[in-house]
């Protein structure tokens, strides 16, 4: 099977701070794979970089088995890319549904019709439907990091990125931001997810990527990861 995303030699420098250094991996259709890395350890800048909104050093992205390195995120996100932002983004004078119809129509390049019947959807399968009719700069925590998976759901993606949903709710919340990831991956959608909550990067991905200061430690099945001696020494400092 192709792999959906090739990411080969992918390097960043923001001016002398190497922030991406040489990153190479593929992610295979229909799997999730979780990032795991320290705070500061590039995790969000390989985001940007795959999703468009940083320009690469150096390096090779290729999606769908395009070279896609060169594309803005629009186009990105038109060829079926979509992220969700750490620090939630929404147009907050538009309500809920706006937000979510304006992301159907531009990143999923769905029609007026198709934009409304789809969004009716996404709404469901996120539990937004009581807040469609709300300002999205207004609301709750909890909300908003649902708001942001929707934003990225109704763009139709076929990869989708998310980056930390999980940091500051409860368990019982975590559990059910888990099932709503599975619930997405099922209905065909590729996943790649930071998050720092150990626990939910175990049970919850199918493969792990371990970043430090820029550097891909370690990809494989999660507990063999999270065991590799690298990764042991840099979270337990050893
Ligand atoms: N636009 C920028 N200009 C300069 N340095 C940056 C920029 N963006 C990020 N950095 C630096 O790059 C490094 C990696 O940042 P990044 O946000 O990717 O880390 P992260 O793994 O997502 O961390 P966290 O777990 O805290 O979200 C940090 O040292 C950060 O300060
Ligand atoms: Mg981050």
């Known amino acids: ?65 395009e070279d896609i390195t060169a594309a803005p995120a629009h186009e990105r996100a038109r060829l079926g890319l979509a992220r969700t932002f750490q620090v939630p983004r929404p147009f907050g004078h538009m309500t809920v549904f706006e937000n979510l119809k304006t992301a159907a129509r ?8 198709e934009a409304d019947a789809w969004v009716e959807r996404v709404l469901a399968m996120t539990g937004m439907q009581s807040t469609a009719d709300q300002l999205a700069g207004r609301l709750p925590l909890l909300m908003r990091k649902r708001h942001e998976l929707a934003r990225a759901l109704a763009m139709k993606p076929k990869l989708m990125l998310v980056d930390e949903v999980a940091a ?21 959608v590729t996943i790649i997810w930071i998050e720092h909550v150990m626990k939910t990067m175990l049970s919850a991905t199918d493969r792990l990527l371990a970043l430090h200061s820029g550097r891909l430690l370690a990809i494989g099945k999660p507990q063999d990861v999270f065991n590799h001696p690298d990764v042991r020494r840099v979270y337990l400092g050893a």
């Open 168 to 188: 500051g709710l409860t368990d019982q919340e975590v559990n059910q931001f888990i099932q709503l990831v599975q619930s997405i991956r099922k209905s065909g």
């Open 1 to 65: 099977m192709a792999a959906l995303l090739r990411v080969a030699g992918l390097s960043k420098a923001f001016g002398a701070l190497q922030v991406t250094q040489d990153v190479s991996f593929e992610v295979q259709a229909g799997e999730i794979l979780g990032v795991i890395g320290p705070n500061g350890a590039g995790k969000t800048t390989l985001f940007g970089l795959l999703a468009g909104n940083i320009p690469p050093s150096a390096g090779r992205v290729e999606f769908a088995g």
């Open 106 to 113: 531009f990143g999923g390049n769905l029609s007026d019709e």
